[in-house]
Nanobody
Framework: QVQLVESGGGLVQAGGSLSSSCAAS????????MGWFRQSPGKEREFVAV????????HYADSVKGRFTISRDNAKNTASLQMNSLKPEDTAVYFC????????????????WGRGTQVTVSS
């Protein structure tokens, strides 16, 4: 069964750093764009970052630009999100996503979602 499984996340004080990883299994994701989204209670799921499969191009939400870094390792079928200078408003469940195109992920239409990992930033 094709699936994405997130790990990492956790609890950190404001200004700290966390990283989350996404492991893809049951298929080859080297030609898929990979992305991260987040959702906090009472809010819609929002786009965070995306990375292409071909040239490693990336795009970030303005709210995380300069603080978060998305990366991938095609040989290991993994994607990661490094989160620095975290703020309380970054608190959310973070979801990994895979899409057949960069645009599919960017427009919130990925083909596959992970189940999410909690990130909590205390003030």
């Amino acid at each position: 069964q094709v699936q994405l499984v997130e790990s990492g996340g956790g609890l950190v004080q404001a200004g700290g750093s966390l990283s989350s990883s996404c492991a893809a299994s049951g298929g080859t994701f080297s030609t898929y764009a990979m992305g991260w989204f987040r959702q906090s209670p009472g809010k819609e799921r929002e786009f965070v970052a995306v990375i292409s499969w071909s040239d490693g191009s990336t795009h970030y939400a303005d709210s995380v630009k300069g603080r978060f870094t998305i990366s991938r390792d095609n040989a290991k079928n993994t994607a990661s999100l490094q989160m620095n200078s975290l703020k309380p408003e970054d608190t959310a469940v973070y979801f990994c996503a895979a899409g057949r195109s960069f645009g599919d992920v960017l427009s919130r239409r990925p083909n596959l979602w992970g189940r999410g990992t909690q990130v909590t930033v205390s003030s």
